[in-house]
């Protein structure tokens, strides 16, 4: 199995942040371009393709590769009207040509929130919150088949949203029924909703799991903490990846803490992906 984590895990390294990276133990990257303000959607279409053709040059040297993407993401959500989702269609559009350019085939996606995140219980909401996203994801869908990029619709950590937890997921992704429009499985997001495990969600999503974000909690926040300082049970959640047959990447989504000194940083960064292979039954 391969490994990987975000590609601004290594920042502080500058130029050579792919190469700590890589002998860090890690193979690929999910490259971030969740923020709409970042200079990825501000700059020049030429400052754009330089920096592109710089970030692919540098993991190339390294020997790492860019196994997904993560698409547009605000927080509090702005998804209310619908002037605000034509504007988060038109960066997520881009975010989709993007990912194209830097040759990558996966791109992850939050569900939209038009009404919130407390809308399950509300029958009327919750079905017009379906039939947004059905709306919106199926136009980005078929950019997405264009380049041959795979949606991956992550679950998320808010129990009371009615497009949130892992069977909802499951439910919306069978519905949209495409090769192209899979799962991003969210181990700290599935502990967070009640029933289920991160074991359990990758059991139940089973083919459908394109793409990982691995991270652990306390089983009631969503804080991204290194595996094995949670709540997480990381022996059934690797069981439980080798029964539904995942053979993609062991991507992290956390990081050592960021005051960390260098040395020890490092150091950590190692450790978390000897985690990975332990998790995995290869160490």
């Not at 860019?66 to 975010?95: C, I, L, N, Y």
């Not at 995140?117 to 919750?126: H, I, R, T």
């Amino acid at each position: 199995m391969r490994y990987g984590t975000g590609a601004w895990m290594f920042g502080r390294f500058g130029e050579d942040r792919y190469k700590k990276l890589k002998e860090s133990g890690f193979d690929c990257v999910d490259y971030p371009l969740a923020d709409t303000d970042g200079e990825f959607y501000t700059a020049t279409d030429e400052r754009r393709h330089a920096m592109i053709a710089h970030e692919k040059a540098l993991a190339a040297e390294s020997g790492v590769s860019f196994h997904q993407v993560h698409g547009p993401w605000r927080w509090p959500a702005q998804d209310g009207t619908e002037e605000e989702r034509a504007e988060r269609m038109e960066k997520m559009k881009r975010s989709l040509q993007f990912t194209a350019e830097l040759g990558c085939k996966n791109w992850v996606i939050h569900p939209i929130m038009p009404f919130g995140v407390n809308e399950k219980d509300d029958p009327e909401l919750a079905a017009k919150t379906w039939d947004i996203n059905r709306v919106f994801m199926s136009e980005l869908l078929a950019l997405a088949k264009s380049y041959d990029i795979t949606i991956c619709f992550e679950n998320m950590p808010m129990p009371a949203f009615s497009l949130g937890d892992p069977a909802a997921i499951l439910k919306f992704v069978q519905e949209m029924n495409d090769d192209h429009f899979m799962i991003c499985l969210d181990t700290g997001h599935a502990e967070v909703c009640p029933d289920f495990t991160a074991g359990s969600a990758a059991r139940l999503m089973g083919k459908y799991v394109r793409v990982l974000h691995v991270h652990d909690n306390d089983g009631q926040h969503d804080w991204h903490q290194l595996p094995f300082f949670g709540v997480t049970d990381w022996q059934d959640f690797g069981v439980a990846l080798k029964e539904i047959g995942y053979d993609g990447v062991f991507n992290f989504e956390t990081n050592p803490p960021w005051k960390m000194p260098t040395p020890l940083f490092v150091e950590t960064a190692q450790t978390m992906a000897k985690m990975g292979r332990t998790i995995m039954g290869e160490v």
